[in-house]
């Protein structure tokens, strides 16, 4: 039998509605990008939140950086984001090209302006347990559990990947929610014998197929978080036939992407409500 769709398109386009209102309720929020170069996925995903956030009546502040931009000067342009009081939330994209040191730049951003989660402050906040601006990504991925009411206290969860921005702090939003979590990544033995005890896996590799659908157990929830541009188009991590085993599992495109992109505005909305004094601190 079809697995239930996790639709983020859907549940995404609802939380854009809801930011736009909480914008209007609380005037201007700026939010800056920076992008350094001219690397194609980058300059795709700053258009689309750009287009995201002017739906939303945020001010978004489009900065571009060339190619053979120093450390020294993103860093500049990294404090008088910082300094700039219209500017409530700073993303810097990434990859950055490789003259440039990215843990550098990311302790750099104002942690309570850092949408992206990013800044070692927000990373051990998360560590703690306190989440407070975390990245965007995982915290869709939870919104779309919350949403279709999928059990993650005590549940086993298996996150694929171990990146900054997608697998760790999703396996630490999941533990704070009381879920069993495998961390698996490119070196683990007997991938497959992880993935099959999952009741919840979130992919987040890079590499079309990496998961097949023997490797997703009966029932299961499947979180694909790839996209990975083929011949075919946009794809996931996950064999789309996995769709036959599993319970719930996200379309690629139309299910966690949408979701970072919303959740990236209501990251925005967050900093901005704390900046204004309307939160004591943004903690979660
Ligand atoms: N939908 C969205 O909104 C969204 C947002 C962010 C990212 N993405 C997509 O998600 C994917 C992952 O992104 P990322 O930034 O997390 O990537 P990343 O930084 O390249 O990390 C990839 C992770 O996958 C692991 N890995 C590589 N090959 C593996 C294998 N054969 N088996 C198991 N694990 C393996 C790596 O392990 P090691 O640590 O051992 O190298 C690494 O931890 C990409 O396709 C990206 O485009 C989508």
Wanted: hydrophobic residues 45%; charged residues 25%; negative net charge.
């Amino acid at each position: 039998m079809a697995s239930t769709v996790l639709d983020g398109a859907a549940l995404a386009a609802r939380i854009r509605a809801g930011v736009r209102d909480e914008v209007a309720e609380l005037g201007e929020i700026g939010l800056a990008t920076v992008l350094v170069g001219e690397d194609p996925a980058s300059q795709i995903y700053i258009r689309l939140k750009h287009k995201a956030a002017d739906e939303a009546g945020i001010n978004a502040v489009d900065k571009r950086l060339s190619e053979e931009t120093t450390e020294e000067e993103l860093l500049e342009v990294v404090e008088e984001l910082n300094a700039d009081d219209s500017i409530d939330g700073i993303l810097v994209q990434t990859p950055l090209p490789a003259q440039i040191e990215e843990a550098r730049v990311m302790r750099a951003i104002d942690p309570m302006k850092d949408v992206d989660g990013l800044h070692p402050f927000n990373a051990g906040q998360l560590f703690f347990g306190q989440p407070t601006m975390v990245p965007a990504t995982p915290l869709g991925i939870m919104e779309l559990l919350r949403e279709y009411r999928i059990p993650v206290q005590g549940a086993r969860a298996v996150v694929v990947g171990r990146s900054l921005i997608v697998g760790r702090p999703v396996a630490m939003l999941l533990l704070h929610e009381n879920a069993t979590v495998t961390i698996c990544h490119s070196r683990t033995d007997d991938l497959a014998g992880q993935t099959l005890d999952a009741d919840i896996l979130v992919v987040a590799v890079g590499q079309a197929g990496v998961v097949s659908a023997e490797m997703v157990k009966e029932g299961a929830t499947v979180i694909d978080v790839g996209m990975n541009r083929t011949e075919a188009g946009l794809v996931g991590d996950v064999d789309p036939g996995a769709a036959d085993r599993a319970a719930f599992m996200t379309p690629v495109p139309g299910g966690v992407g949408p979701m970072t992109i919303a959740m990236l505005l209501r990251n925005a909305v967050h900093a901005a409500r704390y900046r204004r004094g309307v939160l004591a601190f943004p903690e979660r």
